[in-house]
């Protein structure tokens, strides 16, 4: 009898063992796979739209950025409050836990992937800055730019220059082209169009939403001190009123193709329906994308006599000198520019 009761005695304890050991060795390892990644460099995960958590804790894994993708479920099921993971761009740094990556996920709490678009660029500089970037070939963006239907104020646009708002944009890596380029005209058509709608009635010349914006882009070209930009948009609404040739000079750089340092005046004789030495009227388009000042320069002029401006050659500043008549417009060329 004590032989058969020490025997069970053994074997409760060696089961006592087993579990002890069991359970020491589940706790030891869940915990280390709750521990995260230990690369010791940043991680850049990419979760597609539509991933369940099981396929989260898949991609994960993959990357190496936990262990388990077993233990990763148990875990979301205990801290994921919301039920689900958002999709996205995210960055994993080494010493975040498994519990702080699916906090991650489900605030959606995304790596930036910030691109600024400078003012007064033309679709194709705009779309060299998105290959730079990787996002996209600048073949591919042009490409979709004219293959794909935008709309702004609930119009199709024929061409998609000008209404590339320039800003700084937040890019997901994971947009294609056609993505980033309604993104763009998306937020032109947000900011811009409430306002023209709203100004329209009252501009000193009748403009469509696309002249305003080519009136705009030449603004835009022109001016390089901010406050100035209402002033020189008069300019042109003066000279519009009453059937005078606009005569910009960044109309002939787009007319000739390329940026010269200084014109001659043999490039103001160009053939070319941009050339506003040569015809009335705005241009047939814009000739860049301009920026939110200048565009509400345009939808906001300033009211004054001026049908001239030369840039002031004296203060080197990027101002200009304003004047009513052309008398007066050649003697300030002859004092601040030549």
Do not use: W
């Not at 937020?187 to 914006?213: A, G, R, W």
């Not at 109309?251 to 000739?256: E, K, S």
């Not at 010269?260 to 103001?268: A, I, P, V």
């Amino acid at each position: 009898m004590k032989k058969v009761i020490k025997g069970i005695l053994i074997f409760i304890a060696i089961i006592t063992i087993l579990i002890i050991g069991t359970l020491t060795y589940g706790y030891f390892y869940v915990k280390d796979c709750l521990q995260g990644h230990s690369t010791g460099e940043n991680i850049e995960v990419t979760i597609p739209q539509g991933s369940s958590g099981a396929d989260a804790g898949l991609i994960l894994k993959e990357k190496g950025i936990i262990k388990d993708p077993i233990v990763f479920r148990f875990a979301m099921k205990k801290y994921l409050k919301s039920g689900r993971i958002l999709p996205g761009t995210y960055t994993f740094n080494p010493k975040e836990s498994v519990v702080e990556i699916i906090e991650k996920l489900e605030k959606g709490t995304i790596s930036l992937n910030l691109v600024t678009i400078p003012e007064g660029l033309t679709l194709k500089q705009i779309s060299e800055i998105f290959s730079q970037k990787g996002l996209c070939k600048s073949s591919e963006f042009i490409e979709v730019t004219k293959t794909n239907k935008f709309t702004v104020n609930g119009e199709e646009l024929k061409d998609v220059e000008g209404f590339l708002l320039p800003n700084t944009y937040d890019i997901p890596k994971e947009y294609t082209p056609l993505q980033i380029a309604e993104m763009m005209i998306k937020s032109f058509d947000k900011k811009i169009t409430p306002i023209y709608l709203e100004k329209k009635s009252k501009l000193p010349v009748n403009l469509t939403l696309k002249e305003v914006v080519t009136l705009a882009s030449l603004v835009e070209r022109e001016a390089s001190v901010p406050e100035e930009r209402p002033i020189i948009a008069g300019v042109y609404y003066n000279r519009l009123k009453i059937g005078m040739r606009l005569e910009c000079d960044a109309t002939i750089q787009y007319a000739l193709g390329h940026q010269k340092k200084e014109l001659l005046y043999s490039d103001l004789e160009i053939d070319s329906p941009y050339n506003t030495y040569k015809y009335e009227g705005l241009p047939p388009g814009p000739i860049a994308n301009p920026g939110e000042e200048s565009l509400k320069a345009v939808l906001n002029p300033t009211k004054h006599n001026y049908y001239f401006y030369v840039l002031n050659g004296i203060k080197n500043n990027g101002t200009h000198v304003f004047s009513e008549t052309a008398r007066e417009h050649e003697h300030a060329v002859d004092k601040y520019l030549r």
